[in-house]
């Protein structure tokens, strides 16, 4: 891996471990196992190395953001594309659990988030397009506003609500408790079958428990 790579990879833990704030460049070029002046070569400042690490985050977020549900009225499909969704925040999470403050010190990176929540909406909205015309579920136009607000605010904000309620969870958990609530969400405007759709969410996340248990016994 290249000295570049190594950087931003190491960058990137501290951040999500430590939270950025306290992870200095310092801290990231001795775990790196290079010198400060080295680091600065390739990275000049703390900046930098937020910007290029926004840039890959942007990237692979826009790539699984346009991707289509190629099944929407599965729901394996929608589940394993909202847990794509979830892991992708989740692997650069310390852009959300200190979201304001950087986008306070770095305001260059306030217009390219927003363009990110757009995109969370568009999607949203796409999901929601697609149950509709075919029917699986009822809602008019300003319930389907709301509904995909609600739920950029969850892709959003859930990983802060997960940290204040328990600090320890572990990062599958996290997940597909947030591919739950958003499914939750828009079972409320199924007209027939809702009971049957619950069931199939919560049997998904039963599994996922369960699977959860098993890995953490081995």
């Known amino acids: 891996m290249k000295t570049k790579d190594r950087i931003l990879k190491s960058a990137l833990t501290l951040f999500n471990e430590e939270g950025e704030p306290a992870v200095s460049t310092v801290d990231i070029a001795n775990d790196v196992g290079i010198s400060p002046g080295n680091l600065y070569y390739h990275f000049r400042g703390k900046e930098a190395l937020i910007e290029a690490l926004f840039a890959s985050f942007e990237e692979e977020m826009r790539i699984v953001l346009k991707a289509p549900v190629k099944k929407p009225l599965s729901v394996e499909d929608n589940w394993l594309y909202l847990y794509v ?124 428990t369960l699977q959860r248990g098993l890995s953490s016994r081995r």
């Open 85 to 208: 969704v979830f892991e992708e925040i989740y692997d650069f999470r310390f852009f959300y659990r200190n979201m304001n403050d950087i986008l306070a010190r770095f305001p260059g990176l306030a217009r390219r988030f927003q363009a990110l929540l757009d995109l969370k909406g568009n999607a949203a909205t796409a999901m929601i397009r697609a149950l509709g015309t075919r029917e699986f579920i009822a809602l008019g136009d300003t319930e389907a506003e709301h509904l995909s607000r609600r739920m950029a605010l969850l892709l959003t904000h859930w990983l802060n609500d997960c940290a204040l309620r328990n600090k320890n969870a572990a990062a599958p958990g996290i997940i597909h408790e947030g591919v739950r609530e958003i499914l939750l969400e828009i079972s409320a405007y199924i007209p027939a079958g809702r009971a049957v759709f619950i069931d199939l969410v919560e049997t998904f996340y039963a599994e996922s």
